[in-house]
């Protein structure tokens, strides 16, 4: 081929370390059928204090009715004053769905508090567990997709190295299940596995696997693996990308499955760390201080019927492939097609199959880190808003427990209501300039015996307003006392006084971003009904940074919508515009407020925004932050192609690793067919290369025939 010996990599020699040998272990099948959603299997109910769960929910739901109908039958004082208009009507339909989803979040705060405060709420008994040996085998799952290795490696052992300092190391296997694209990372993430094996002294506990094809993204990939390997363990501990959990956390999940066998996932409530940035840092603050609350509040009404977040959480593998096989759903994307937010299906199916699903908020050791831009919250958002949104569709299916539906629902209304939001504020606004501008008609054409008297009650508005807003921001508070009434945690925030001035912080920048994400869903939601799929994309993890020039093309329709907001208020009336003073001003500093909150956090913000891990790092979080600097100097970025021509050891692991390096019969996939012409083509492999798309190259990688050219291109 134009001159170029081909030259066969070597074979796995003595040279090569021995953990090279079995990148897998033995396959282990377990059967996963897809689950039918209009077909409910017989199951039974899993046991539990219902009387009391029941009495929970009760007060959750009748408090947030209570508090709903209260708010409604004011604002329709405030509005029908002279009689509804259509413009009023519409207000306060919006007004009454609205406030029903904060007072549902106010109610439950409280159930969150009255947990907190009063004795645990434990069904598994893992606080007062005896330990006793692990007698069944857990893998533990590291799913990544086109991911820094060095910050996913170095967090998977830093957990490597928390359990096995608790001496259980032999009842885990560990598992980097690879969804990668890019032909770089891809290779990158092979070196990084070998390293990481030699690093650990070269135990086979440690397993990588990548997919040619990441079908069903990471439900698929999960799903892959229960098919393969699944019938080896009792339990998998799905990670994600950023996650790190202590080895102590993971015995207590470990070993609350061992000791009921009835229970099929248990969920653990990541604390977000790491952040560099100011947006970053404020979200894990907001964690920290409120995230508690709000998910015992949780924990405390779902009982055996609660949810699945994706991630930092144990799964019984049976339970998991007996009834957690997601079907594609009818139509055509975004809609249609494979389940994209799958975690809430899975377990809302694990339910439905008798499966108890425990949420253990109150256990410490579990971790994960934040988007470090309002930008990236963003793009996160919309791929999120098309998997709930999906959810629309499973609604109706047979068999699910009433509580699977309200997560499904609840899942929904968190984007739904940002538009909601929007149409409200609009129309709030136009029966405002109906009343300034438009001449009334105090005598329609209807028979009456009295005037028409076009008018809403300023000063009962006010207190609606007062009121929403104090149902809105009390959890807040109330988060705060419960904090001060515990005095470790009171410490580790550095003081009462240090964690009010952060939460005063922290409500100020996130009510000026609010209007901006309002905005951001609400345009995501429009563009999903219009069909157009979200793709998916990894999500930025380093220092948050960005540009001015994209940011101000993002976000200047924000600003002029801004701007045309205030200028329409202010025409109505001075009082109508300091009233709307926080939509509009989050709204026209949309550009200035991202590429602040982008940065690295301002000197005031230190000490306010700091949070109990900052304070006194668990050492599973500074080994994992000391690891990912250390590997991250080391590995540099180099070419794939390069990389396995210059490191005979990877080449022949990456050899090995490959589940087809020749062209299996019936195999017709183009990115392989077209690589292999490409690169017999190409005379030089920079020509090689800048032909071909990454997944041509990726798929040259994986390709026996396409990989040898490469090679020989790189040694002429």
Same mark, same amino acid.
């Given at each position: ?7 066969r ?10 953990a090279?040998a079995?990148a897998l272990p ?18 039974s ?12 929910r009760?007060?959750v739901?009748l408090?947030a009715?209570?508090l709903?109908?209260?708010a409604a039958?004011e604002?329709?004082l ?13 207000v ?7 406030f029903a989803w904060i007072?549902f979040?106010?109610?439950?705060a ?6 907190m ?7 598994l ?5 005896t330990?006793a040996?692990?007698?069944?085998r ?7 997709y086109?991911?820094a290795?060095?910050?996913i490696?170095?967090g998977?052992?830093a957990?490597?190295e928390?359990?096995?300092a ?6 885990f296997?560990?598992?980097i299940?690879?969804?990668t694209?890019d ?5 990158a ?5 070998l390293?990481?094996?030699?690093r650990?002294?070269?135990?086979s506990?440690?397993?990588y696997?990548?997919r040619?094809k990441?079908i069903?993204r ?6 892959e693996?229960v ?5 080896a363990y009792?339990?998998m501990l799905v990670?994600?990308a950023d996650?790190?959990?202590?080895g102590?956390?993971i015995?207590?999940?470990a070993g609350a ?9 248990i ?8 952040g560099?940035t ?5 979200q ?10 709000l ?6 009404w779902h ?13 019984r593998?049976?339970?998991f492939a ?5 079907p ?6 975004p809609?249609?097609g494979?389940?994209?937010?799958h975690d809430f299906?899975?377990a809302?199916?694990?339910?439905r199959g008798?499966?108890?699903?425990h949420?253990?908020?109150w256990l410490?050791?579990?971790?994960e880190?934040?988007p470090?831009?309002?930008?990236d ?8 808003c ?6 629309a ?5 047979r068999?699910?427990?009433?509580v699977?539906?309200?997560?499904l629902?609840? *899942?929904? $209304? ?10 409200m +504020? %609009? @129309? !709030? /606004? ?10 009334p008609?105090y005598?329609p054409?209807?028979?009456?015996l ?9 000063i009962r508005a006010a207190?609606?307003f007062?009121g ?5 921001l009390?959890?807040?508070?109330i988060a705060y ?12 925030? *550095?003081? $009462?006084?240090?964690a009010f001035?952060?939460m005063?912080?922290e409500? +100020? %920048? @996130? !009510? /000026? ?9 609400s345009?995501?939601v ?7 799929d979200?793709g998916?994309?990894?999500q ?16 200047l329709?924000?600003?002029l ?6 200028g ?19 709204l ?16 005031v913000?230190?000490?306010i925004?700091t ?7 668990p050492p599973v ?7 990912a600097r250390?590997?991250a100097?080391?590995?540099g ?13 990877l ?10 390096a020749?062209r ?6 183009p ?22 798309t990454?997944?041509?190259?990726a798929a ?8 040898d050219?490469l090679?020989?291109l790189?040694?002429?």
């Amino acid at each position: 081929m134009d001159g170029v010996t081909l030259e066969r990599a070597p074979a796995l020699g003595h040279d090569a370390p021995a953990a090279l040998a079995d990148a897998l272990p033995p396959e282990a099948p377990l059967a996963m059928p897809v689950q039918s959603l209009w077909q409910a299997p017989r199951a039974s109910h899993p046991p539990g204090p219902r009387l009391a769960l029941w009495l929970r929910r009760a007060f959750v739901f009748l408090g947030a009715a209570v508090l709903t109908m209260f708010a409604a039958h004011e604002m329709y004082l405030v509005l029908d004053v002279g009689g509804l208009t259509v413009l009023e009507g519409v207000v306060l339909a919006l007004f009454v769905v609205l406030f029903a989803w904060i007072g549902f979040s106010f109610t439950n705060a409280l159930g969150g508090a009255m947990a907190m405060l009063g004795r645990r709420v434990d069904p598994l008994g893992i606080a007062t567990a005896t330990p006793a040996p692990l007698t069944q085998r857990t893998a533990i799952l590291m799913p990544t997709y086109n991911e820094a290795p060095a910050r996913i490696f170095a967090g998977l052992q830093a957990t490597y190295e928390s359990v096995e300092a608790t001496g259980a190391i032999d009842a885990f296997d560990f598992f980097i299940l690879s969804d990668t694209t890019d032909a770089d990372v891809w290779i990158a993430e092979e070196a990084a596995f070998l390293a990481l094996r030699e690093r650990t002294g070269g135990h086979s506990r440690l397993f990588y696997r990548r997919r040619p094809k990441n079908i069903d993204r990471k439900a698929g990939n999960i799903g892959e693996w229960v098919t393969r390997f699944g019938g080896a363990y009792e339990a998998m501990l799905v990670l994600d990308a950023d996650s790190v959990m202590t080895g102590d956390c993971i015995l207590a999940v470990a070993g609350a499955m061992e000791r009921h066998p009835h229970v099929g996932l248990i969920q653990t409530l990541p604390v977000i760390v790491g952040g560099r940035t100011l947006f970053s840092r404020m979200q894990q603050f907001a964690g920290r201080l409120y995230g508690p609350m709000l998910a015992e509040g949780l924990a405390w009404w779902h009982g055996p019927d609660s949810n699945y977040w994706g991630h930092n959480a144990i799964i019984r593998t049976r339970a998991f492939a007996g009834s957690a096989g997601l079907p594609h759903l009818k139509g055509r994307k975004p809609f249609g097609g494979h389940i994209l937010s799958h975690d809430f299906i899975e377990a809302a199916l694990i339910r439905r199959g008798g499966w108890a699903v425990h949420m253990v908020p109150w256990l410490k050791g579990s971790y994960e880190e934040g988007p470090p831009a309002l930008t990236d919250l963003a793009v996160r958002d919309r791929r999120w808003c098309q998997g709930n949104l999906q959810h629309a569709a499973v609604l109706p299916a047979r068999g699910l427990h009433p509580v699977s539906r309200i997560h499904l629902l609840t *899942g929904i $209304g968190s984007y739904i209501t940002a538009p909601l939001w929007l149409i409200m +504020l %609009i @129309a !709030g /606004l136009m029966t405002a300039l109906q009343a300034r501008f438009v001449p009334p008609d105090y005598f329609p054409s209807e028979f009456s015996l009295f005037p028409n008297w076009p008018a809403q009650d300023p000063i009962r508005a006010a207190w609606v307003f007062v009121g929403t807003m104090g149902v809105l921001l009390l959890p807040k508070v109330i988060a705060y006392l419960v904090m001060l009434t515990d005095p470790p945690t009171r410490r580790a925030f *550095g003081g $009462g006084i240090l964690a009010f001035f952060g939460m005063i912080g922290e409500t +100020l %920048i @996130a !009510g /000026l971003a609010a209007p901006v994400m309002m905005l951001a869903q609400s345009s995501a939601v429009a563009t999903i009904l219009a069909g157009r799929d979200g793709g998916w994309n990894p999500q930025r993890r380093d220092d948050g940074t960005v540009a001015l020039g994209p940011t101000l093309r993002h976000f200047l329709p924000h600003t002029l919508f801004g701007m045309a907001l205030g200028g329409a208020a202010l025409a109505i009336s001075l009082p109508l515009f300091l009233w709307m003073l926080p939509v509009v001003l989050g709204l026209v500093l949309a550009v200035p407020l991202v590429v602040w909150t982008s940065t690295r956090w301002p000197l005031v913000f230190r000490a306010i925004l700091t949070i109990p891990e900052e304070r006194a790092p668990p050492p599973v979080l500074t080994r994992a932050f000391v690891l990912a600097r250390q590997l991250a100097a080391e590995a540099g970025e180099e070419e794939a192609v390069q990389r396995l021509a210059g490191d005979p050891v990877l080449l022949a692991a990456h050899r090995r690793m490959l589940p087809a390096a020749e062209r299996p019969p019936g195999d017709y996939a183009p990115e392989r067919l077209v690589a292999r012409a490409k690169v017999t083509d190409a005379a030089r492999l920079d020509e090689a290369l800048r032909l071909l798309t990454p997944r041509e190259k990726a798929a040259a990688l994986g390709d026996g025939p396409a990989l040898d050219r490469l090679l020989a291109l790189a040694r002429a």
